[in-house]
């Protein structure tokens, strides 16, 4: 190759996301996903739903069924409009290029979801990561003052957060909203676990874009994603959305789940309810510093992160060591809930640890 190299010199620097091996047998806690498998007569049902759906055919994402479905299950205002992303992380990525003018910049709390800095990187946008305070509750004088100086075209709130679990205080929330100059994003991929949401303003705020996604209540294999906002705002956002990016087995496929709210409302519960019950166990070792988590899985805080990441994986149990990832997440771990006998086997590894509960 001659001197000039054809890539982009920034990306040439980047690491790509590493999407971790699981050796065979290991429990999966590391990633937000569902326990819970359909059961045989359900997947039975789905195979023959999927049987009949026409793969000749180029989908049509905005005017599939799946849209309708999304609206009434969750009652998205008649205000908002929707558009499908293939995982939300799409969405993310093309609200990012929708303000990619040169100069702009994208402003999100900090730690937070990392792929808000990673998409404004690819457009070449400055980043600001405001700190979060050291309980993990949001900074809002931090957050207006950034706000004020930086003008971001683009704000991004998990809410709750990912990787601390906690939900923001909604009137934060609707400070940033209020003071922000461009977009803001609230990003509710745990919003099924959470006792707030802002779907019920989606299309009623002129700068709010609300993000919802199928994959942490148990559907993390379709890559199902939607963004609800005004029809000015989605339909922006909709021209720079290739018109095929939606595949039909996934559609079928999300529309087919839905149609089954009993198996995902009961799982979430069960979900929610060892995240209380694990919060309390844990109480009992005094070494384990835990986190109000609105979410699917708990932030802890240990005397040493890579020692209980080890222990687990040893026990071929697999979770998310956050340490080094942020100054704030010091010796932090994530661990996704599962199943209550899942949950067991890490507060059994737990004890060992750090002692015996009394
Ligand atoms: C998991 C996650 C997503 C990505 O969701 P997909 O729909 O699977 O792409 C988006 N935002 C946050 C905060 C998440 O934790």
Do not use: W
């Not at 050796?23 to 806690?29: Q, S």
């Not at 079928?252 to 789940?257: D, I």
């Not at 340490?323 to 010796?331: F, I, K, M």
């Amino acid at each position: 190759m001659s001197t000039a190299d054809p890539i982009r010199s920034d990306i040439r620097h980047m690491k790509a996301y590493a999407v971790t091996d699981v050796p065979a047998g290991f429990l999966k806690l590391d990633a937000m996903e569902s326990p819970y498998d359909y059961p045989e007569d359900m997947r039975k049902a789905l195979g023959e739903h999927l049987a009949q759906v026409p793969i000749r055919l180029y989908p049509n994402p905005s005017t599939c069924g799946l849209l309708q479905v999304l609206r009434d299950t969750y009652q998205i205002p008649a205000e908002a409009e929707v558009v499908l992303g293939n995982g939300s992380d799409e969405l993310i990525e093309r609200l990012t290029m929708l303000v990619s003018k040169p100069g702009a910049k994208v402003l999100a709390p900090a730690p937070s979801f990392v792929m808000y800095r990673v998409n404004a990187e690819f457009f070449g946008l400055e980043f600001v990561g405001v700190p979060l305070r050291e309980d993990f509750t949001m900074d809002l004088d931090a957050m207006l003052s950034a706000v004020q100086t930086h003008q971001p075209a683009l704000v991004f709130i998990a809410y709750p957060n990912n990787p601390t679990g906690g939900r923001f205080a909604r009137e934060k929330v609707e400070a940033i909203i209020a003071a922000a100059p461009g977009i803001v994003v609230v990003d509710e991929a745990y919003g099924a676990f959470s006792s707030d949401s802002f779907l019920g303003d989606a299309g009623k705020i002129p700068n709010l874009v609300v993000l919802r996604t199928l994959s942490k209540i148990g559907f993390a294999g379709l890559r199902i994603g939607y963004a609800s906002g005004t029809p000015e705002l989605i339909g922006e956002l909709k021209k720079i959305i290739p018109p095929y990016n939606m595949n039909q087995l996934s559609l079928a496929a999300a529309e087919f789940a839905l149609q089954y709210p009993q198996f995902i409302n009961e799982n979430i519960s069960k979900l929610k309810g060892e995240r209380e019950r694990m919060r309390t166990a844990l109480h009992a070792y005094p070494a384990v510093r835990d986190f109000a988590s609105e979410a699917n899985f708990l932030t802890l805080r240990v005397p040493d992160a890579k020692a209980l990441f080890d222990r687990l994986y040893a026990h071929k149990i697999l979770i998310k060591n956050l340490h080094g990832t942020h100054p704030l997440l010091d010796q932090c771990v994530r661990i996704t809930i599962g199943t209550p006998e899942q949950n067991q086997q890490v507060l059994s590894v737990v004890a060992e640890l750090y002692g015996k509960a009394e």
